[in-house]
């Protein structure tokens, strides 16, 4: 089966830190995504990226992807002899992902394409002259952070199993567009009756369940309802105030930078997070002092008669 290098797709190297890899997601997953991307390719792409990323930011499959990555060679995976993914087999918990992921990742990651809906006639098998229900089929919904605050309409695109004339089983590509409601969290579960696999003998279709996934905003991270800006300011800013402005999800508002403000101080901007079902978190603005980077004769004298002229020891409770 194809070989998927997740390191190369993301563009990092294969020492990254968690840090490196969740920036390189961020910036390529905004850049790629199908509702704003121009690229052809877009969509293929960014679920690519969506699997690397899905592998690498998690220790446990990262580590068991390097020690496989070395069987992959020209483009080609060819498994080690008797080797077993730790995901499969009797006793495991079984993942189930949609089929936008890979025959590759599915090999390693023990996940087969479509979760089966749990049917009371499983026993029986497919083929029976017993009703049973469809398939039920999960697959991840990527969201903007801005398209959070109010219900949008999106057309989606899954891969769900049918049943042909002759009892035979396949994947056909479906087209649907949904509400998305405000106030979606990541992780969340959309349910959608009757739209997964059909049934078999005039059983009920089964369930197509959307896995809320919050795609990654280049200035803001998530935590909880609220959303964490980084505002650099210059150290005169951060000595005798300032007022700056500041990006939310909804536009730019002016903040007041107390003076003597110290780096990593976090102001606290009310209702500017993302929206719940009842309520809506905060933006909190974590102050980073910046230094000038040039080599200014003149601003260095500066410095030089404000260390002179202080008494202030940063390190005087060591």
């Not at 563009?11 to 830190?17: H, L, M, P, W």
């Not at 052809?40 to 992807?65: G, H, I, M, Q, T």
């Not at 409601?181 to 369930?207: F, H, M, S, T, Y």
């Amino acid at each position: 089966m194809e070989f998927k290098d997740y390191y190369k797709i993301l563009g990092v190297e294969e020492t990254a830190d968690d840090k490196a890899i969740k920036s390189a997601y961020r910036k390529l997953a905004r850049q790629y995504h199908p509702d704003v991307s121009k690229e052809p390719d877009a969509e293929a792409r960014f679920k690519e990226l969506s699997e690397a990323y899905e592998v690498l930011k998690n220790a446990e499959k990262r580590a068991e992807y390097d020690a496989l990555k070395q069987y992959g060679q020209n483009g080609r995976f060819q498994p080690p002899p008797g080797w077993q993914s730790s995901h499969s087999g009797a006793g495991s918990e079984q993942q189930f992902y949609s089929g936008d992921f890979s025959d590759f990742f599915s090999s390693i990651f023990g996940a087969g394409d479509f979760q089966n809906s749990g049917s009371a006639f499983n026993g029986f098998g497919r083929g029976s002259n017993f009703a049973q229900k469809g398939d039920d089929v999960e697959t991840e919904l990527p969201v903007f952070l801005e398209d959070t605050l109010t219900e949008q309409s999106k057309t989606i695109q899954y891969h769900s199993p049918q049943v042909d004339a002759n009892g035979g089983r396949y994947k056909a590509t479906k087209t649907l567009k949904v509400k998305i409601p405000a106030g979606v969290a990541d992780g969340e579960r959309i349910r959608l009756k009757g739209q997964g696999g059909v049934g078999d003998n005039g059983g009920d279709n089964g369930d197509l369940y959307l896995r809320v996934r919050l795609v990654p905003h280049p200035k803001f991270d998530v935590q909880g309802q609220d959303l964490l800006i980084t505002v650099p300011v210059a150290p005169w800013e951060a000595a005798l105030g300032a007022k700056v402005t500041v990006p939310t999800l909804e536009g730019k508002v002016n903040i007041t930078i107390p003076a003597n403000s110290q780096a990593g101080q976090k102001l606290r901007i009310k209702g500017k997070g993302l929206a719940t079902k009842n309520s809506r978190g905060d933006l909190i603005a974590v102050l980073k002092i910046m230094n000038p980077t040039e080599d200014d004769a003149q601003l260095h004298s500066h410095w030089q008669a404000l260390q002179n002229a202080s008494h202030f020891n940063p390190r005087a409770g060591w």
